[in-house]
């Protein structure tokens, strides 16, 4: 498993500067890393895959993530 850092990276990261997932997790808020890890696996994180394997994400994707994570896709009407 990845070690965790003392203090938070999200707390202390650029925005916009990416980092690994494992920096996001704050177990006090319910973000765990396999969480974390299924959503940018699924699309619903944004990140990207670093040559090493470890997903990176920003502070502000994290935060968009966060904001819509259980919202459902609205299906389209159907024609009739």
Sequence with gaps: ???RPNVPVHAVAAPR????LAGFVD???GVTFPALGAAAGRGRL???KAPNG???SSKNWLDDY???K???ATKPAKKT
């Design 27 to 29: 177990d006090q808020a």
């Design 1 to 3: 498993p990845p070690r």
């Design 70 to 72: 259980h919202r459902r």
């Design 66 to 68: 966060q904001a819509n």
């Design 17 to 20: 500067r990416l980092v690994p």
């Design 46 to 48: 944004r990140a990207q």
């Design 54 to 56: 470890a997903w990176l």
